[in-house]
């Protein structure tokens, strides 16, 4: 079947690029194409201020050595990177602005004393999340450096790509499971997507809390995994003590996804609602739908379907 809407989503890591080719719409996606290609060690590696992208040249022919695998014509991609790229966090403005612009100027100088970034050289964006009775505002906002960003750009644009959205992986992994996310109005979102642990908490359809760990050669009976996320629990119900919460959404490899549930449950006491990278997607014929081949795309599936 021949869909006239597609979508390229690619995440990079240390590890590698891999690539996604969606077809369909948002509401019936349909999982076209994969890619992978994996880098010699130190061609990129993930920082927020240091220089990620040491070899540019070499990513640069990965990147085209994958894409071309998709056999597609289109160049524009939507790129997902490791949470340890970026910061992203939660934010209370009285203020009123009226337009973008002016949105992005509050929250700098509300920043200006906690940036872990200089503020000439931190990009800088948000999303409205609600607009209170009292007239505050709460937003999502991210921030990561911009040389950072130029220089995964411009590795693209060397492999003749052109950059579209670009965004943290712990967001693309809710992007991936909305289907069966937007199912739950309260949650935790917990996964840990290979060396980072993610925790995001979702009340009345609304963040309230989020947490990035990124934990090197961890293990999923690393005691430090259970001590992370039930830290962040209590620290979170600390900030918000009337909210109740029943259920966590768990995301994990499939070789270990049930002991991380269980660890997740005895860390939280919620009830686990288990994710992975197939849920709402349709195949094509000659695409594997085993989940353990299709895991270490998740992050690239999620950024691909934000283009359709």
Request: neutral net charge; glycine residues 6%; contains cysteine.
């Amino acid at each position: 079947m021949i869909f006239k809407k597609k979508s390229i989503g690619v995440e990079v890591s240390a590890s590698g690029v891999a690539f996604a080719l969606t077809g369909g719409t948002g509401k019936a996606p349909v999982l076209e194409r994969t890619a992978i290609r994996l880098f010699p060690a130190g061609v990129v590696t993930p920082s927020l201020c240091d220089t990620n992208v040491t070899e540019p040249q070499k990513m640069a022919e990965y990147i085209r050595e994958a894409f071309n695998l998709l056999i597609y014509a289109g160049n524009r991609v939507h790129i997902s990177l490791p949470d340890s790229v970026g910061r992203a966090m939660l934010m209370n403005l009285e203020e009123r602005f009226k337009s973008r612009s002016e949105g992005i100027d509050l929250i700098r100088w509300k920043l200006k004393k906690n940036m872990p970034l200089e503020l000439a050289d931190a990009h800088l964006d948000y999303k409205l999340l609600n607009t209170r009775e009292n007239g505050e505002i709460s937003l999502l906002v991210c921030m990561v450096s911009k040389a950072v960003i130029e220089q995964y750009e411009n590795a693209f644009l060397e492999a003749g790509l052109s950059p579209g959205t670009i965004n943290l992986n712990i967001f693309n992994l809710c992007r991936t499971n909305e289907q069966k996310l937007e199912l739950i109005d309260s949650y935790a979102f917990i996964c840990l997507y290979y060396n980072h642990l993610g925790i995001m908490i979702i009340s009345n359809n609304e963040p309230v809390f989020i947490r990035f760990k990124k934990l090197p050669e961890v293990s999923i009976t690393d005691s430090r995994l259970h001590n992370e996320i039930r830290n962040s629990m209590l620290l979170c119900h600390k900030q918000h003590p009337a909210m109740t919460l029943a259920k966590a959404a768990c995301l994990a490899h499939p070789a270990v996804s049930r002991q991380f549930c269980e660890m997740v449950a005895n860390a939280t006491g919620l009830e686990i609602v288990p994710l992975d990278a197939c849920h709402g997607l349709k195949f094509v014929p000659d695409v594997a739908e085993n989940r353990e081949t299709l895991f270490p795309f998740s992050a690239a599936i999620g950024a691909a379907l934000r283009g359709l």
